[in-house]
């Protein structure tokens, strides 16, 4: 398919049509009709659902049981951005000093780390949110401090069923 970019060309003018049948998308285009093709990761917390993972990002929707947490840990090249979708969430993370200390939020607050920052999010009640972050295809640069159930740095291959 040819690339037309020209802001003045008319077909940009008219009302979209459905896919006709046997038609495919363009290229860079993708749809997926609910989450049963979606990879779920079942953690000792809760467990992710991988929404989306390419080269540029990944998407993902986080639930943390409550009373649970996320290990205290940092990432050397990964950066995240968290948008709290439902319950009452706690992140812990350094402040400027380098003592750990925490912040509560609720849904609609955006939590953001970039490395090397410290940081764990806590399930006051159920929780979900939505993670976009930067790639780690193989989970390698998950440097865990701290985790209630003594899992080690990078990723573990026994969540991912």
């Known amino acids: 398919m040819g690339e037309n970019r020209d802001k003045s060309n008319p077909k940009y003018d008219i009302a979209p049509a ?18 049963s093709g979606a990879q779920i990761v079942t953690k000792p917390w809760g ?3 991988i929404l989306s993972q390419n080269a540029e990002y990944t998407f993902k929707k986080i639930e943390i ?13 990964k950066s995240e951005t968290i948008i709290f979708v439902s319950g009452h ?3 812990v ?6 003592k750990l200390c925490f912040q509560d939020l609720e849904p609609g607050s955006i939590f953001e780390t ?23 295809p193989d989970g390698l640069d998950v440097i865990r401090l701290r985790d209630s159930f003594q899992r080690k ?6 969540e991912y069923k």
């Not at 046997?22 to 290229?27: C, H, I, R």
């Not at 740095?153 to 026994?158: F, P, S, T, V």
């Open 153 to 158: 740095d990078g990723r573990l291959e026994n």
């Open 93 to 98: 993370f350094e402040d400027e000093s380098g």
């Open 114 to 136: 970039r490395p090397p920052a410290i940081h764990r999010v806590v399930a006051v009640t159920d929780i979900s949110y939505y993670e976009a972050s930067t790639p780690d």
């Open 47 to 49: 467990r992710e659902t």
């Open 65 to 77: 049981k409550a009373g649970f947490e996320t290990s205290l840990q940092y990432h050397r090249r």
């Open 89 to 91: 969430a706690r992140v």
């Open 18 to 35: 459905g896919l006709p049948q046997g038609a495919k998308m363009a290229q860079g285009v993708r749809i997926v009709q609910g989450l």
